[in-house]
Structure formats: C-alpha cells, structure tokens
C-alpha cells in the first residue's frame, strides 16, 4: 500500500475525496493498488458502498502517475476506461458521477455513453474523438465489434470495468460478454505490459467462481494471479414485517396484498421518498390504482415504474424521485438496481422476492451510505408468507446468498458473435478458435462442435445446404470469413443482442400520444370496446393498425389488468433450505420445544395456522418431507411439500404422476406453488408407506423425465429463441411487424426440419439441453429428490383441507377459467366451510 500512497495521483485523488467529506476505504485502496500494477480481479461490496470508486478511481489514479505534468491538459488520449453495465438507466448516473470528478480534477477527459438510445451523430463523433471513458451495454460492445478496423478504437485501451456482473453471469448476455473481453484484451494488451479488467459485484454466492468465469481469457492466455477484494464494510439491514390484524387459518395466494394496502400508507408519508417493489407488472398496476383510491392525496406523489412503460415516462419518474418531487414509485425489478447514485428512505417489499440475493439487493435501496441501516418492509400477500419473512432475516443475519450458476456452450450466442466479427473485419478460425476457448462459457468446445458451427454459417449446415439466406458468410481466398452482403449484415447488425422476448405492440392515444408497449398475446385476446390498465391509465380498446394497439382513455371501472409472460418467480434453492427450516422452528414452538418468546413475531403471529396444521396433518420439520392425502367433492388429492420452488415442483409434479401411472392408470390434474405441489385424480390414488419412497429414486430419471412431460413441445418453444439469437430466423426491419406466432412458425418450421433431416444438430441439441437444465432444473430436481428420498417421508390422511394444502387447491382453482369475481366467492365458501 505504500507504493500507492506515496503517488502523486493518489494524494490528488484523496485531496478530492477529503472535499467532498469523504475517505478512501480500505478496499478501494486495495483495488487501487493492484489497478496500478496493471493487476484484475472482482471487487465485492454491500451495495452503496462505493464499489464504482473502487474501479474508477483507480484508472484516473493511474492516469496521473503517468502523466504527473500534463495530466489535466491532455485531450483526445484515445479510450482509457471501458465500462460495461447491464442497464441502459444506469449509465447517466454513472456518466453524470464520474464527470462531476473529472471537472473538480479539472482533466480534460471526456465520458461517453454508447447504447441503444445513442443518437448517429453522437456515435459518428465518438468514432472521430473517442472519449477516454465510455459506458457501454454488452449489445452496443458487440455493434462496436462488427465495425471495420475496431483494433484502433480499443489500442488505447487501459482498464476494462464490468459493472454488476452478478446480474449478467448465469445469462446470455454474460456470456455475450465474455466473448467481446477475449477479443478486446489481446487487443489491448498488445504492445504494452496488459490491461487491468475487473468485475464489479454484489450479493452472489460464489464470488470466487464469478472471477474465474468473468477473467478467463486472462487466466489462460497467461499464468497471471486474479484477486478478490472484499469489503469489510458491516452492513446492518432491519426487516420490519407488516402483520395483518387477523391471520387467516386458511390463507391463499395474491389477496392479502391489496387489503393490507392502507398499512403502508403511514409509511409512505412518514418517508421523503419510498420504492415499493412489485414481482409482477399485472400487480404493480394494481397496486398503483389501489393506493390512488385509498390515499387520493398522494395523487401527483406517487407514480408507477416497470419494462412495458414508454421510456421517457420510466426517466422522469427516476428523476422525479431523486429530486425528491414524488414521495412513492411502485415498481417491478425495473428499481432493482442503479443503487449508488439514486438512493431512497424507504423500501416495501410486497409479496415473496423468492431469493436472499434479490431482498438484499432490494433492501440496498435504503440507508445506501456505509454504515447506515438498509430498511425494509416485508407485505405479505397471504399469511403463510410471514413463514418466508422469519427465514429471509434467519438469511440476512447469517449472510447466507444464492450462487449463479455460469452457462456454458450457448451455440446461438457463439454463432451470433462469429457472424458480428464477420461482418467487421472477419476471422481466420484457426486464429480464432483459441480465443474462443480462452473463455470459461467455451473451453470445453470439442473440434468437432467448432466444424459444424463453421458449416452452419457458411454453408447452411446438412439441412439448409440449398437455401441462401443461411449462407452467411463467405471464404476469402487467403481464408478469412467474411459477410460481404450489406442486406444480411445489416440484418445482423439490428439483432445484435440475446434478450428475446414476445412481440411487443406499441399502446398509442388516438392523438397519437405513446402510453407504453403490451404483448401481443395478450392484445389478440382483447375485443374493440374492452378497457385493459397500462401505465396507470384506463384505456379502452379502440383497434390494432400497423404496429400500435390504439386506445382512449376510458371512465370505466371494470378494467383487465395486463398480464405479461414469465410473470412467475420460482423460490431460490437457498430460501426453500431456510424456509424448511423455520418450519421446523414452527413445529418446535407448537410442540412446546421452543417458547413463544424465543420465536420471531411472525412465527408467534401464525401460532394459530400452524396449530390448526398440527390438528389436522402434520408440521414438517426439515428431516422430513409431509405428504397429504384428502378426499373432497372434487375428487382424491394428494399433496406433497418439498418447499423447493414452483420450478422444481412443476418438474417433479409431473415425474411423480407419470411413477404413479406406471402402478395403476390413471390421470391428473396438476397445481402448485412454491411450497409444493397437488395431484388431483377422480379415482384414489395408490400410494402409501409401502411404494411412497419409490416415487423419489433418481434412478431413470432422464428417462422418466421425457417421459413425464412432452418434452418435444417445450424444446420447440425453446427453439424459437435460440433460432433469433444464433439468426436463422429474421424477427423484421424496426417499424415492421412481424408477428409472434410467425416467429414461431418459421422457427418451428426449421424445428421440424432439424428433428427429421438433422437429428444431432448443434442448436436442436442446445434446445433439447436448455430445457433440462434451465427450464426442468434438472440438477435441482435431482438434489431435491435425493434429499427427499433421505428424509422421513410423513404420509397423512386429513379429513379435510389442511392451511399448507388450501392455497395449493385455490391454485388449482385456476384450471376451471373462473373469473377472479366467481375465483373470490368460491375461496370464501370454501374458508367458511373449512372454518365450522
């Protein structure tokens, strides 16, 4: 450390620093030091603790030292610092931070911003004068690298920030950004000692395995030490749990939420400024309306936040709220991040975050200086969720935080990326194929993976060998591939990125004003006349014309919320170990082994539930997994508690029915949720002490799994992804509308192609893979079943529904198309039955 204090960059930067009432961590010291000696690693802090210092500071410090005399006159020194963030809202605050040093260091550097809404102008004059910073998405780094003669723009090159890297790693657009590092290094290091290339990064599980991902290329090129630098920064968060007045013996899933809506309203008011975070963005608009009609006099203090909403609006509400000019945003995982620079007092969590990292993250928005107490609120949406609360502070306190899991050999990533330096100045794969395998997503490529892509790309591969259009790229004469169509490059260039998601329609006033965007799915189910919410508004449908949903505003009170796809979370491995542990507190504190005092309120809160659980059933301890069997007017249940996430459970719902079939035919219907799972037959259902264990053995488990579910069926619909990402599907020029269903029509086209004329094609494998590992979560699914095959397997036979079976059932409610009116009505029967 001494070498760095004794530098003149850093006396000027501590000077600064000291200004401003602030000084140096040791951490960022730590990560200065190593910056200087040209060294790489991952920074790790409590979020708002000044990580982006950490890297930043360091390359300004380096500057310095190297030019001591001329320092703040120097211009136009080519790119110094690349920094690569996940969020496109994130990089004016990031921009508008490090540009308030630079003029009090009075430098002459200049920082750029280079992203989707990056005008042409703006772009042609960072390619004449290259800004010594610029923030960039991984979409645009890759756009950067289908330019001719990009080597020059990253020569310059010093050190290399990759911002929040816990969100990319476990996506595609982690991986998407390990490819661009392992040409831009090289790049950089030429002619000079190397390029320092950090990652910056909160809450995860497996920091040390996130390094090794994130700075392979490093790893391999060169013998090299990396280094994680930890701050050691106490971080104190309190959860304030929101107890209804009265605990529903028999609690179900969403309704709670709303009616515990007025206890917040205290809150809301008692804060200069609160987010209130939503999983869902059907719920968000709900709850917006809600506290609109509750507290009409937070009209123009409270304003709603999620993807779907027009971009101009997402900035002021930002702005809005750091200015303090809204007291409240309801909002979506929109909020989770840009913490540093847009701190709040407050933050509601409503509902389950479904993960440790996610409520911490979200928890971080608050008490953002070092040293301050992050505070949340956890809103239940129904009163078996308060169990999740008491296991989210066991986490918190025991800093128990879930690990991503890196993904390895995306072939349409891979493909997508070949085809982007194709379209630049082209590769020779000799020359490229290390570089590939430089990086941990491609080191177990095999040669002969690397031939099929070559052929796919250049000659359409076995089954498309007679089409054009998928002869992408041509060879030179001294072997370089290249894509000289200016038609298909341009193509390229338009879907450069990873993130597929339905067809989005744009919602549009008659007057022409933009509203927001709404999927196509939902929109084709709508009649002329039908009032849906969006942005907080109601609208009434008015019709479709090009490429916008027109609508007018509407005085009606009978709307449809919106829902948008993949809306459901499934509860992290972690938070499902930690529930069933506090289950098993539940247990001790109804038996009688663990007083009232000594349990959390929430628990104490719930004695009532579970003491009615106990009555009828069984509480289960984490040794044990319960399994019900009850008999009522709509047939035979059997209900089953793993505790290990709607995901898994959907997987295993159908394994277990499928195990169950081979005994005696039958059929089911399948409902669950993050707890665990029904089978509902009209005919008993053969399982007892006998073959119950039976049912969780790992053995033919790939096997029975194919079997269990139409795997075909979910391979194609993971197809239609990987087909726009890898570009053998065209998903249309910007302002043309290319429907969903057409999208999938063609990739199912080419689908059926590949099943019948290419079996052991690299992408309808990579199909058939990600369904296993990603959608079924097959590794869990298989940890899980041998966790329960190892436990205690408790068979009850309840006379009627017990409190951990009815919310299952409500769920299950859903498959008879009830409206949520006739939904309500029903629930309420069934409670008051259940309660006599």
């Known amino acids: 450390m001494c070498m760095l204090q004794n530098t003149i960059g850093y006396r000027i930067v501590t000077q600064w620093m000291h200004s401003k009432g602030l000084k140096p961590f040791a951490f960022q010291e730590e990560t200065w030091q190593h910056v200087l000696k040209t060294e790489s690693g991952l920074v790790n802090a409590p979020t708002g603790c000044g990580k982006t210092y950490a890297v930043f500071l360091g390359s300004i410090i380096r500057f310095i030292n190297t030019h001591p005399q001329s320092y703040q006159q120097l211009k136009y020194n080519g790119l110094q610092l690349l920094w690569i963030t996940p969020l496109r809202a994130l990089a004016k605050d990031i921009a508008r931070a490090m540009q308030e040093v630079i003029t009090e260091l009075n430098m002459s550097w200049e920082v750029g911003i280079r992203n989707g809404d990056t005008t042409i102008a703006e772009r042609n004059r960072q390619k004449k004068n290259t800004p010594e910073i610029l923030i960039i998405t991984p979409e645009s780094l890759h756009l950067l690298l289908a330019q001719k003669n990009n080597h020059s723009f990253f020569a310059s090159l010093e050190t290399i920030a990759i911002d929040e890297w816990h969100e990319l790693m476990g996506s595609k657009r982690g991986v998407q950004t390990e490819l661009a590092l392992s040409r831009i290094i090289p790049i950089a290091a030429h002619n000079k000692s190397g390029v320092s290339v950090w990652g910056i990064s909160a809450t995860i599980g497996n920091l040390e395995e996130a390094k090794e991902v994130l700075l392979s290329p490093l790893h391999r090129s060169k013998l090299i030490e990396t280094f994680v630098i930890q701050a050691n920064l106490p971080k104190q968060t309190e959860i304030i749990s929101i107890i209804p007045d009265e605990i529903e013996k028999y609690p179900w899933a969403g309704h709670l939420g709303i009616k515990l809506a007025e206890k917040i309203v205290p809150i809301i008011e008692q804060s200069n400024t609160t987010l209130i975070f939503i999983n869902t963005r059907g719920m968000s608009e709900m709850w917006y309306q809600t506290l609109l009609n509750i507290a009409p006099q937070l009209a123009g203090a409270i304003a709603l936040h999620h993807g779907s909403i027009e971009q101009e609006l997402r900035l002021w509400v930002e702005e809005s709220l750091h200015t303090k000019k809204l007291k409240a945003v309801v909002c979506t995982a929109s909020l989770d991040l840009g913490v540093d620079f847009r701190p709040v007092d407050t933050v509601i969590q409503v509902g389950s975050p479904k993960g440790i990292s996610r409520f911490l993250q979200r928890a971080g928005r608050s008490g953002h200086q070092p040293g301050d107490t992050s505070?949340?609120?956890?809103?239940?949406?129904?009163?078996?969720?308060?169990?999740?609360?008491?296991?989210?502070?066991?986490?918190?306190?025991?800093?128990?935080?879930?690990?991503?899991?890196?993904?390895?050999?995306?072939?349409?990533?891979?493909?997508?990326?070949?085809?982007?330096?194709?379209?630049?100045?082209?590769?020779?794969?000799?020359?490229?194929?290390?570089?590939?395998?430089?990086?941990?997503?491609?080191?177990?490529?095999?040669?002969?993976?690397?031939?099929?892509?070559?052929?796919?790309?250049?000659?359409?591969?076995?089954?498309?060998?007679?089409?054009?259009?998928?002869?992408?790229?041509?060879?030179?004469?001294?072997?370089?591939?290249?894509?000289?169509?200016?038609?298909?490059?341009?193509?390229?260039?338009?879907?450069?990125?990873?993130?597929?998601?339905?067809?989005?329609?744009?919602?549009?006033?008659?007057?022409?004003?933009?509203?927001?965007?709404?999927?196509?799915?939902?929109?084709?189910?709508?009649?002329?006349?039908?009032?849906?919410?969006?942005?907080?508004?109601?609208?009434?449908?008015?019709?479709?014309?090009?490429?916008?949903?027109?609508?007018?505003?509407?005085?009606?009170?009978?709307?449809?919320?919106?829902?948008?796809?993949?809306?459901?979370?499934?509860?992290?491995?972690?938070?499902?170990?930690?529930?069933?542990?506090?289950?098993?507190?539940?247990?001790?504190?109804?038996?009688?082994?663990?007083?009232?005092?000594?349990?959390?309120?929430?628990?104490?809160?719930?004695?009532?539930?579970?003491?009615?659980?106990?009555?009828?059933?069984?509480?289960?301890?984490?040794?044990?997994?319960?399994?019900?069997?009850?008999?009522?007017?709509?047939?035979?249940?059997?209900?089953?508690?793993?505790?290990?996430?709607?995901?898994?459970?959907?997987?295993?719902?159908?394994?277990?029915?499928?195990?169950?079939?081979?005994?005696?035919?039958?059929?089911?219907?399948?409902?669950?949720?993050?707890?665990?799972?029904?089978?509902?037959?009209?005919?008993?259902?053969?399982?007892?002490?006998?073959?119950?264990?039976?049912?969780?053995?790992?053995?033919?488990?790939?096997?029975?799994?194919?079997?269990?579910?139409?795997?075909?069926?979910?391979?194609?619909?993971?197809?239609?992804?990987?087909?726009?990402?890898?570009?053998?599907?065209?998903?249309?020029?910007?302002?043309?509308?290319?429907?969903?269903?057409?999208?999938?029509?063609?990739?199912?086209?080419?689908?059926?192609?590949?099943?019948?004329?290419?079996?052991?094609?690299?992408?309808?494998?990579?199909?058939?893979?990600?369904?296993?590992?990603?959608?079924?979560?097959?590794?869990?699914?298989?940890?899980?079943?041998?966790?329960?095959?190892?436990?205690?397997?408790?068979?009850?036979?309840?006379?009627?529904?017990?409190?951990?079976?009815?919310?299952?059932?409500?769920?299950?409610?859903?498959?008879?198309?009830?409206?949520?009116?006739?939904?309500?009505?029903?629930?309420?029967?069934?409670?008051?039955?259940?309660?006599?």
């Open 375 to 836: 505070k949340i609120y956890f809103l239940p949406t129904h009163s078996l969720e308060l169990v999740e609360a008491a296991a989210l502070k066991k986490a918190v306190s025991s800093r128990i935080i879930e690990s991503k899991e890196p993904l390895v050999l995306c072939f349409d990533v891979l493909m997508q990326y070949m085809c982007t330096l194709a379209v630049g100045d082209g590769f020779v794969p000799e020359q490229l194929l290390p570089e590939i395998r430089s990086t941990y997503s491609f080191s177990e490529i095999t040669d002969t993976e690397w031939k099929e892509i070559l052929q796919h790309l250049s000659t359409g591969g076995t089954a498309l060998q007679h089409y054009d259009d998928y002869k992408k790229i041509e060879i030179t004469d001294d072997g370089v591939y290249t894509i000289k169509n200016r038609r298909m490059a341009m193509r390229h260039r338009m879907h450069i990125g990873t993130i597929v998601s339905d067809a989005m329609l744009k919602v549009k006033l008659l007057n022409g004003k933009y509203i927001g965007v709404i999927e196509e799915w939902f929109v084709s189910r709508l009649e002329t006349g039908t009032t849906f919410t969006l942005a907080g508004r109601n609208l009434e449908l008015v019709g479709i014309k090009d490429m916008s949903v027109i609508v007018k505003p509407s005085a009606s009170k009978k709307t449809i919320v919106p829902s948008w796809m993949g809306g459901r979370m499934s509860l992290s491995a972690n938070l499902g170990k930690i529930l069933r542990e506090t289950f098993a507190e539940a247990e001790a504190m109804v038996n009688g082994q663990l007083t009232m005092d000594n349990s959390c309120n929430e628990l104490q809160a719930l004695q009532p539930l579970f003491q009615l659980q106990q009555e009828l059933s069984h509480i289960p301890s984490d040794k044990e997994t319960l399994i019900e069997q009850i008999e009522s007017k709509d047939g035979y249940h059997l209900l089953v508690y793993p505790f290990e996430g709607r995901q898994v459970h959907e997987a295993m719902s159908a394994l277990i029915a499928y195990r169950i079939s081979r005994i005696t035919p039958i059929t089911f219907s399948i409902a669950m949720n993050d707890y665990g799972f029904e089978l509902l037959s009209d005919q008993p259902i053969p399982v007892d002490d006998t073959n119950v264990h039976e049912l969780f053995f790992t053995n033919h488990l790939l096997n029975d799994i194919q079997k269990s579910v139409n795997s075909t069926e979910m391979a194609r619909r993971k197809f239609r992804d990987i087909a726009a990402i890898g570009g053998l599907i065209f998903q249309g020029y910007p302002g043309e509308h290319k429907k969903a269903r057409h999208l999938q029509s063609s990739a199912g086209l080419l689908f059926n192609v590949f099943e019948e004329y290419e079996p052991n094609n690299i992408l309808l494998r990579q199909a058939y893979n990600e369904v296993l590992e990603q959608q079924m979560e097959e590794v869990r699914l298989r940890s899980a079943l041998n966790r329960i095959a190892g436990n205690k397997i408790v068979l009850t036979f309840p006379e009627k529904f017990t409190p951990l079976s009815f919310p299952i059932v409500v769920d299950g409610l859903n498959r008879n198309n009830l409206s949520s009116e006739k939904m309500e009505e029903r629930v309420k029967r069934m409670q008051q039955q259940l309660n006599k």
